[in-house]
């Protein structure tokens, strides 16, 4: 018999789930006595006490620092709560998607996901702890406020601290805990469930040919030592036929080998490299929880992920999947290029435009208002499940490579051609002065809240932006009518492009600005234009009536999009091969600029 303790503790008042689930330093977690077994308990709270005696919960995390410590937690929490069952990745380790494909095909009251996404890890680093609903989708507002709320007032948590589960066993182990059902803890393999879901969607035997067969294409995929290392070699090399040496930094790596496994240019630079060698067609890169992925054409092509939704929804009937449940409709998150919108227009397909964040696209799923949707921030993914799925979004690409025969390029370019080309740009003001970048949201809301900025005309060099809608978002949910305010500042100029300012919900220190611009170019002559020339007159006018730099005491971003206008240049100079003049400028602008996101 197991024994459970009640144990005294005080309530924090910092637990705020943000855009995605809890995220600290690692030392907060550590260091602050009882912080991630308050947060636990609060988690496990929101399930009704008559619910638990026959709820499963799904348990998974990205391999970080920290991650299995905070599983026995959980399994010590969960029992002492009275859940039934516990559904956990081998050794702990579950990608974002793939916890999401569990809770729905196991049909549990939901998960905990051990994560910070992109965030390094490490003693050092991040640390987060998510939890996602029976939909297999993260909770909603409504539920995260409540596991806020009860935060804030926990005076004790309930644990087992005696009862210890092997997680490199594979199977069921069973406990007897006081006057409840005997609790199960099931280690089950990381992968299979989220491959035989992968199965039912796209064409293996096609996506073998692509990758295996007599005209075989070379891929290049780039795990950074995160989750998705392990689905990368079942999925894509043992059973697809690549080569293995086509997939890299597959071992997950409590500190993501001291980097930030984020895939992007900055910090996927070591798969940029190798892509402009020539030697690969495709290749992408993942995140430290496998659900963001970026995509990568020969030469080091680079897809801006605002387009690549669109270019997948465009092509979306090589998609099995699609075929069998028709398209319902397309969402992007509100800061998220128009590209996709363009695409929706023409194809007569209902377009969503929701808060940052995949918790919001939940609810219009469920209501089979939603097929394919995604966000900026390198998150692609379809109602196949509740996250966005970075591996799903590279096969759904090899998809479209296998039924069009055409390279990433060609397929990018036509699309531009077609549909016209949204210019996109992101800077990034990491760890700023929370009070000053609060302030400036603040200023900035009053100025464009005033009767006269409608209208307003801003100019910079020889252009000139007239004023059609300043807002601040707010979005009221289709499905449920529920209402999220203050979801950024919006300025749209009556030729539709748009400059957005945001906080971000993940960072774990000071505040994160966040820039948006947005920029459409329907002129089939003018959609391979210096984007930095397109976009820099936004990018002032933006910069002058926030004051960002004057009140951040910075003169630039931490990061941004700019290295992406390099790799555009690379394109279409080597076209005019003028090769050895970019890479001067590319090395160049790299020192001064980096994106992540
Ligand atoms: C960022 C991105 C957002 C994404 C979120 C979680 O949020 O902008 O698009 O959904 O990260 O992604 P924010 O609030 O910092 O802008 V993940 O892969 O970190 O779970
Ligand atoms: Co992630």
Redesign the pocket.
């Known amino acids: 018999m197991v024994k459970i303790t009640t144990v005294k503790t005080k309530p924090y008042t910092d637990q705020k789930p943000?855009?995605?689930?809890l995220r600290k330093r690692v030392t907060v977690f550590q260091q602050n006595q009882h912080y991630a077994e308050n947060f636990i308990q609060s988690i496990i709270s929101v399930i009704e006490p008559a619910e638990r005696q026959a709820a499963t919960l799904v348990v998974g995390g990205d391999g970080r620092f920290f991650m299995k410590d905070a599983i026995q937690l959980i399994v010590q929490i969960s029992a002492a709560n009275g859940i039934n069952h516990l559904v956990i990745g081998h050794n702990g380790i579950m990608s974002?998607p793939a916890v999401s494909c569990v809770i729905r095909k196991r049909k549990a009251v939901g998960g905990i996901i051990l994560?910070?996404?992109?965030?390094p890890g490490g003693p050092n680093g991040d640390f987060g702890i998510?939890y996602n609903i029976s939909s297999g989708g993260p909770a909603p507002e409504g539920i995260t406020n409540k596991i806020f709320e009860i935060s804030k007032s926990l005076q004790e948590y309930h644990i087992c601290p005696d009862l210890k589960v092997d997680l490199s066993k594979i199977g069921k182990q069973t406990f007897e805990v006081d006057t409840f059902k005997p609790f199960t803890v099931e280690i089950v393999d990381s992968v299979d469930d989220y491959a035989e879901m992968l199965r039912g969607i796209f064409d293996f035997a096609a996506l073998k040919e692509l990758l295996s067969g007599a005209n075989h294409i070379n891929v290049r995929l780039d795990a950074m030592h995160g989750v998705v290392g392990p689905y990368v070699k079942k999925i894509v090399c043992e059973e697809l036929g690549s080569p293995a040496n086509s997939a890299v930094n597959c071992v997950p790596q409590e500190d993501f080998g001291g980097h930030h496994p984020d895939p992007n240019l900055t910090y996927a630079a070591d798969l940029v490299k190798t892509m402009k060698g020539g030697e690969y067609d495709f290749g992408a890169a993942f995140?430290g929880?496998g659900?963001?992925n970026m995509v990568l054409g020969k030469h080091g092509f680079f897809v801006n992920p605002s387009d690549s939704v669109a270019v997948i929804a465009a092509n979306i009937k090589s998609i099995p999947y699609f075929q069998k449940t028709g398209v319902k409709g397309l969402a992007r998150?509100m800061?998220t290029s128009g590209a996709l919108d363009n695409v929706a227009k023409t194809l007569q397909m209902d377009l969503y435009e929701t808060p940052?964040?995949?918790k919001f696209f939940g609810n219009l799923m469920d209501a089979g208002k939603l097929s394919l949707c995604g966000?900026?921030?390198?998150?692609t993914g379809s109602d196949h499940i509740r996250e966005?799925d970075g591996l799903w979004a590279v096969l759904a690409w090899l998809s479209i490579l296998a039924t069009r025969k055409q390279s990433v390029e060609e397929i990018m370019k036509d699309h531009w051609q077609k549909f016209g080309r949204n210019f996109f740009t992101r800077y990034d003001y990491e760890e700023v002065d929370s009070d000053a970048a609060n302030k400036m949201m603040k200023d900035l809301e009053a100025a464009m809240f005033d009767p006269s900025f409608k209208g307003k005309k801003f100019s910079s060099g020889d252009k000139t932006y007239e004023v059609a809608i300043a807002d601040n978002f707010a979005y009221t949910d289709p499905v449920d009518g529920s209402v999220s305010k203050n979801q950024g500042l919006r300025i749209i100029f009556s030729d539709g492009s748009r400059v957005i300012f945001?906080?971000?919900?993940?960072?774990s220190a000071g505040a994160?600005i966040?820039l948006y611009i947005d920029s459409y170019e329907k002129d089939a002559q003018k959609i391979y234009q210096d984007p930095q020339a397109i976009l820099a007159p936004l990018v002032d006018i933006a910069l002058k009536l926030s004051q960002l730099h004057e009140r951040t005491g910075r003169t630039g971003p931490t990061s941004c999009f700019f290295v992406l206008f390099c790799f555009f240049f690379l394109n279409v100079c080597l076209i005019n091969s003028c090769h050895s003049f970019v890479c001067h400028i590319l090395t160049n602008m790299e020192r001064h600029c980096t994106f992540s996101?």
């Open positions: 943000g855009t995605s689930g974002t994560t910070a996404s992109h965030n998510k995140d929880d659900d963001r998150s800061p940052t964040g995949w966000e900026e921030s390198f998150g966005k945001r906080l971000s919900g993940t960072g994160t966040r996101s």
